[in-house]
Each structure stands twice: as C-alpha cells, then as structure tokens.
Nanobody
Framework: QVQLVEPGGGVVQPGGPLRPPCLASVLALSTKAIGWLRQASGNDREGVSCINSGATNTNYADAVKGRFTINRDNAKNTAYLQMNSLKPEDTAVYYC?????????????????WGQGTQVTVSS
C-alpha cells in the first residue's frame, strides 16, 4: 500500500525558509520519480519541482528557480523541498507525489500517488 505524508508545513515570514519532508511508504521508491506540486486558493495545481529516481536530474518551475531545492534520501524513503526566500505568492497547499516511472515531470497528470498536502502560508 502506498502512503505519502507531508508533515512540515506552517506559517513563515516573508524571506524565511521552510523544509517540508515527504515521508513515503512506497515499494522500490528508488526506482520512481518524486515531485512537489502546489495549489493556491482559486488556482489550478501546478508543478513546483521534481527529482528523478537516481537523483541525477531535477527541474523547477520558473517561479521558484534559485530559491527552492529538491532532494531525496532513498535509504530513508524521504524527499525534501528546501524553500528559501519565501514570498507571499508561495502560499499554497504543497503536495508530494510519486510517479510510477523513473523520469521527472512537473505535470500533475503524470503522477500516480499523492499525499494529502500541507499548508504553507507566507505572511508577516
């Protein structure tokens, strides 16, 4: 049974950091790509970042390039999204997702399993 949990959301001031983990109970996670996607109120879900199975390739949405970093620890079945220099427009529910394939994608339709999401609010 596949389970993804994102326990690390919260409220942070503009300019601050946050590093939510994605805890994955997934068979052979090391063979699958992991993505972070977000959905702000009233908006469609959008891809933020993803990392391929071997952690040799990552990609980022233009809005977060240079501020966010994705990484994974396959031995711990965990992925992280290091978010720096947060802005109010980063406020959204952030979802961790697993793609049943090794290559990366920022298209939400390409993901097979999803966590329940964690709220990130950037506000002073």
């Amino acid at each position: 049974q596949v389970q993804l949990v994102e326990p690390g959301g919260g409220v942070v001031q503009p300019g601050g950091p946050l590093r939510p983990p994605c805890l994955a109970s997934v068979l052979a996670l090391s063979t699958k790509a992991i993505g972070w996607l977000r959905q702000a109120s009233g908006n469609d879900r959008e891809g933020v970042s993803c990392i391929n199975s071997g952690a040799t390739n990552t990609n980022y949405a233009d809005a977060v390039k240079g501020r966010f970093t994705i990484n994974r620890d396959n031995a711990k079945n965990t992925a992280y999204l290091q978010m720096n220099s947060l802005k109010p427009e980063d406020t959204a529910v952030y979802y961790c997702a697993v793609r049943w394939y090794r290559l990366c994608s920022n298209n939400s339709a390409d993901y097979d399993y999803w966590g329940q999401g964690t709220q990130v609010t950037v506000s002073s």
